[in-house]
């Protein structure tokens, strides 16, 4: 017998689905089983299993299954601990739940193996998003953040938002900021991107589908990654009507791009809301310990005639960006310094999300190191 140490009320991993054959039980998970063999486990195993929901301690299995298969009850569940298929639990956690399944979704993927489901339930409860944005799209983030079991959502509109979070300081602290304005060509992008950059503070922008692409991300952290303003100079370097993407840049921090109609598909709006609220849910994790996949990269949703598209794309910083440029106050790079500098790399767009088929977002003509805010020109 191993020496794992059990958990005081066991918890099989709740994505485990599992099945006794004649002579095994088989537990299986994504694209892996494991296996359980012999005339002990297939009598003693799915009676001990069906026990495992984190509502019994040890002593009470035990009790349930008869003092004499002792032994082996102990010697199983420190065969499933060894093979890491049991959790703790917390007999007061109301199983369940919405909470509950989003924390056992972020278990299951996110969080490391020392986080256990009653601290992630914990987290999630404690923690407080603000969602920022007009239109249906915003409003099924916030419906499905209330629905993952977060513990407050603030809705506020495009027009009062950023200047609420500038003026309510102390309410906002270590509130997640979401961003999904009704229109990808919104000002309160840029208000809020301005704030966040005076403040330190991280923020997530959701943008709805264009008839091109839903953007999902990036997570915009001051100092450290691009900022919105980045992001827009990518995004017009990869068009070929650059003068035009400029000048509505511009209208849209004058809030004077108007819309015609609201024409997107309520599924459309879900679809990107789903994976938005997701992955935004894993910022409520311990940020040393959880990988932050939107954390300066994108996701890029579409839809055309033959099907769906998913890209990842990564943003890097513009060197001359006027808002977060560290090199913003010097001069203008002279036409010699191209030379010195490399283009980004591409390395191809694919549908799966994954950090060796990264896109740079977006790959346009220039090297970043030249990259010109031409928009400062044309005020
Ligand atoms: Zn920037």
Same mark, same amino acid.
């Given at each position: 017998m191993n020496e794992s140490v059990l958990p005081t009320r066991p918890l099989l991993q709740p994505w485990r689905d599992y099945a006794v054959t004649s002579d095994r039980v088989i537990l299986r998970h994504a694209e892996g089983a494991i296996v359980f063999e012999g005339r002990a @486990?297939?009598? =003693?195993?799915? %009676?001990?299993?069906?026990r495992l929901d984190g509502s019994r301690t040890v002593p009470e299995l035990v009790s349930e299954l008869g003092e004499p298969a002792e032994a082996a009850v102990l010697q199983a569940l420190h065969q499933l601990a060894g093979h890491g298929l049991l959790h703790e639990s917390d007999s007061t956690a109301v199983d369940g739940t919405e909470r509950r399944r989003s924390a056992r979704a972020l278990a299951e993927v996110a969080a490391g193996p020392a986080? /256990? =489901? !009653? #601290?992630?339930?914990?987290? =999630? *409860?404690?923690?407080?998003? +603000? +969602?920022?944005?007009?239109?249906p799209l915003a409003e099924a983030i916030a419906s499905l953040l209330v629905t993952s079991g977060v513990g407050s959502v603030d809705r506020l509109s495009e027009r009062e938002g950023p200047a609420a979070l500038a003026e309510g300081k102390e309410r906002w602290v270590g509130a997640h900021v979401l961003v999904a304005p009704g229109? $990808?060509?919104?000002?309160?992008?840029?208000?809020v991107n301005r704030w966040a950059l005076s403040t330190g503070v991280d923020w997530m922008q959701v943008l709805p589908y !264009?008839? &091109?692409?839903? +953007?999902?991300? $990036?997570?915009?952290?001051?100092?450290q990654t691009g900022c919105y303003h980045c992001f827009r100079l990518r995004r017009r370097a990869a068009i070929d009507f650059h003068q035009e993407a400029i000048e509505i840049d511009a209208a849209a921090d004058s809030g004077s791009v108007r819309r015609s109609g609201e024409w997107r598909a309520p599924s459309q709006d879900l679809a990107v809301a789903g994976q938005a609220v997701f992955f935004a849910l894993w910022h409520v994790l311990p940020q040393d310990s959880t990988p932050l996949p939107l954390l300066g990269r994108a996701i890029a949703m579409g839809w055309t005639m033959v099907g769906p598209t998913? #890209?990842? &794309?990564? =943003?890097?910083?513009?060197?001359?960006?006027? %808002?977060?440029?560290r090199a913003r106050d010097t001069g203008v790079p002279q036409p010699w310094t191209a030379a010195t500098l490399s283009a980004p790399t591409h390395a191809g767009t694919s *549908?799966?999300?994954?950090? &060796?088929?990264? %896109? +740079?977002?977006?790959p346009g003509?220039?090297?970043?190191?030249?990259?010109?805010? /031409? @928009?400062a020109m044309s005020r």
């Open positions: @486990s297939i009598t =003693l195993l799915p %009676e001990l299993l069906s986080l /256990t =489901l !009653d #601290e992630i339930d914990d987290r =999630l *409860a404690s923690a407080n998003f +603000v +969602v920022i944005g007009d239109g229109s $990808p060509y919104a000002r309160a992008l840029s208000d !264009d008839g &091109h692409r839903s +953007v999902i991300g $990036p997570v915009f952290a001051p100092g998913i #890209e990842d &794309h990564v =943003l890097y910083r513009v060197p001359r960006c006027r %808002e977060c440029g *549908a799966q999300m994954g950090p &060796h088929d990264a %896109e +740079v977002f977006l003509p220039a090297a970043p190191g030249v990259e010109a805010d /031409t @928009s």
